[in-house]
């Protein structure tokens, strides 16, 4: 059984950061990839941030790029958000996502096997 363990977001002010951890936890299991998604109050929900887990690739949706930055630490399955100069827009619930592999673009929910619970992420004006 895979499980998402995932830590940190809470409430900033507007240009100020946030960091996001996510913890992936399996007896035999080795993310190919992992990443978030968000979903705000009223909105569908949509892709963030991918990494390959061998580090040679990163995505990032268009309303992030430049603001946030996804990292992994290998050794022990965790992947981090770092998220700058936040705005009000970027209020959302944060669902971390992870994939043993099989597909190719990962910025479509249907293309990952395990989620998170969430975490609350609430930037004020």
């Known amino acids: 059984q895979v499980q998402l363990v995932e830590s940190g977001g809470g409430l900033v002010q507007a240009g100020g950061s946030l960091r996001l951890a996510c913890a992936a936890s399996?007896?035999?299991?080795?993310?190919?990839?992992m990443g978030w998604f968000r979903q705000a109050p009223g909105k569908e929900r949509e892709f963030v941030a991918n990494?390959?887990?061998?580090?040679?690739?990163?995505d990032y949706a268009d309303s992030v790029k430049g603001r946030f930055t996804i990292s992994r630490h290998s050794t022990n399955n965790t992947a981090y958000l770092q998220m700058d100069s936040l705005k009000p827009e970027d209020t959302a619930v944060y669902y971390c996502?992870?994939?043993?592999?099989?597909?190719?673009?990962?910025?479509?929910?249907?293309?990952?096997?395990?989620w998170g619970l969430g975490s609350q992420v609430t930037v004020s004006s």
């Open positions: 990494i390959r887990w061998s580090g040679r690739r990163t």
């Open positions: 399996g007896r035999t299991f080795t993310p190919y990839v």
């Open positions: 996502v992870a994939s043993p592999g099989g597909s190719y673009w990962y910025q479509t929910a249907n293309e990952y096997d395990y």
